[in-house]
């Protein structure tokens, strides 16, 4: 069966960084676009990042644009979210995603259980 399993969170000081793994299991990497998520205490969960399946496209949240990094490796069956200068904003449960397709802006259809990234000195 589908399995998405989320790796690399922690606590880190601002300004700090991280990188995400998620292990994808139980079908076809290449044929669908990922993303990312995230779930902070008492908000929305919040799109965070995507790729398409080949990783020609990326898109990012304005709240992430220019600090994260979305990357893929079919070969590995794993996609990558690399954080960087991290701020107590971001801190939240991050949790991987497989879209329904090769693009993007299609729905999601399985997701992780998630890691938790905290922000904080």
């Known amino acids: 069966q589908v399995q998405l399993v989320e790796s690399g969170g922690g606590l880190v000081q601002p300004g700090g960084s991280l990188r995400l793994s998620c292990a994808a299991s139980?079908?076809?990497?290449?044929?669908?676009?990922m993303g990312w998520f995230r779930q902070a205490p008492g908000k929305e969960r919040e799109g965070v990042a995507c790729?398409?399946?080949?990783?020609?496209?990326?898109y990012y949240a304005d709240s992430v644009k220019g600090r994260f990094t979305i990357s893929r490796d079919n070969a590995k069956n794993t996609v990558y979210l690399q954080m960087n200068s991290l701020k107590p904003e971001d801190t939240a449960v991050y949790l991987c995603v497989r879209r329904s397709g090769y693009r993007c802006y299609v729905s999601n259809d399985y997701w992780g259980q998630g890691t938790q990234v905290t922000v904080s000195s």
């Open positions: 139980g079908f076809t990497l290449d044929y669908y676009a």
């Open positions: 790729i398409s399946s080949s990783g020609d496209s990326t």
